[in-house]
Nanobody
Framework: QVQLVESGGGLVQAGGSLRLSCAAS????????MGWFRQAPGKERDFVAA????????YHANSMKGRFTISRDISKNTVYLQMNSLKPDDTAVYYC????????????????WGQGTQVTVSS
């Protein structure tokens, strides 16, 4: 079992930055891919980025490349999502997820999910 707890969401003005954190616990993470998804009101959950726990290879959704960056700190068992140049369209609940399929942007490939953290970007 893997437990994931997100934090770092909040209210920010357009153009601002936030860094989300996802603290992971419960098992060893070798071979695990960690991902970030987001879901805006009335919309489907969208893939944002993923990172391999071992090796640190990253994969970002094309629409967010250059603004969002995923990283991890093995010593803290934590994955981060740095979000810059935020726009009102980035307003969503952001979810952390863990799974065994690398470079997947599909929800179904992730077995474990956090509870989500709200990000609101005002114009």
């Amino acid at each position: 079992q893997v437990q994931l707890v997100e934090s770092g969401g909040g209210l920010v003005q357009a153009g601002g930055s936030l860094r989300l954190s996802c603290a992971a616990s419960g098992r060893t993470f070798s071979g695990i891919a960690m991902g970030w998804f987001r879901q805006a009101p009335g919309k489907e959950r969208d893939f944002v980025a993923a990172i391999m726990w071992s090796g640190g290879n990253t994969y970002h959704a094309n629409s967010m490349k250059g603004r969002f960056t995923i990283s991890r700190d093995i010593s803290k068992n934590t994955v981060y999502l740095q979000m810059n140049s935020l726009k009102p369209d980035d307003t969503a609940v952001y979810y952390c997820a863990a799974g065994r399929v690398w470079a997947s942007n599909k929800e179904g490939d992730y077995e474990y999910w956090g509870q989500g953290t709200q990000v609101t970007v005002s114009s």
